[in-house]
């Protein structure tokens, strides 16, 4: 295992410095996503491309290399995730909501406007969200899915597992009726497990019943 210098670590700080920098230097239009991947990609790139080479010189100069190459992918996969986000927040309904965090999207879907009670077939209603995102994620080919059921705590924990299970199965199979890919989508069932908001409440159970859709770069 190679341990990196005092210099090859300078380096890849120096590089990552800049090229946040240029990142950021776009005006209003700039992407926000982009200048955070090209960082991260810069980051990374320099690591890896400093922890390769026979002798120190070889490794800085590989670390520069790995910097740029880095943050060019980077750049160009937060700039995707920029561009796919504002198209389904224009797209899509006003009760969907999609979160960009950097690393993935994230498109949440209320259950009571997916599913009536107790059932695991879309509605109609839902249905044409569901096909807006298919569209989406074919124009984006280069992502996985995970499609991940959530419920309230109302109920027994066994039977909330299976239904949020079986809930995010019935969208995935929309999403592939409609085009994408079955090998870039799972299903996953967290039952209520990973509620938002509190389950004391009404309001907070309605948040809690939702299919989160999250949209990753490869």
Do not use: K, W
């Not at 990196?4 to 300078?10: E, Q, Y």
């Amino acid at each position: 295992m190679i341990t990196l210098s005092r210099t090859n670590l300078t380096l890849a700080i120096a590089a990552l410095a800049l090229t946040t920098a240029c990142a950021g230097t776009g005006g209003p239009n700039d992407n926000r996503m982009a200048g955070q991947g090209a960082a991260l990609g810069a980051g990374l790139g320099a690591l890896a491309g400093a922890a390769t080479g026979d002798d120190r010189s070889e490794r800085i100069r590989n670390g520069l290399i790995g910097a740029s190459l880095g943050a060019a992918t980077g750049a160009t996969v937060g700039s995707a995730l920029d561009r796919q986000e504002q198209e389904l927040r224009n797209q899509l309904g006003g009760n969907v909501g999609v979160v960009n965090n950097g690393q993935n999207l994230v498109v949440s879907l209320p259950q009571d406007i997916l599913f009536a009670t107790n059932s695991t077939t879309v509605s109609g209603a839902a249905a044409g969200n569901l096909s807006t995102l298919a569209r989406s994620l074919q124009q984006y080919p280069n992502s996985t899915v995970n499609v991940i059921g959530h419920t309230d705590d109302v109920g027994a924990a066994a039977f909330n597992a299976d239904l949020s299970q079986r809930r995010a199965q019935a969208v995935s199979s929309v999403l592939v009726s409609n085009g994408v890919a079955a090998n870039r989508i799972q299903s996953i069932g967290r039952g209520e497990d990973q509620p938002i908001a509190t389950n004391l409440t009404p309001e907070g159970r309605q948040q809690n019943r939702r299919v989160d859709i999250v949209i990753t770069p490869n």
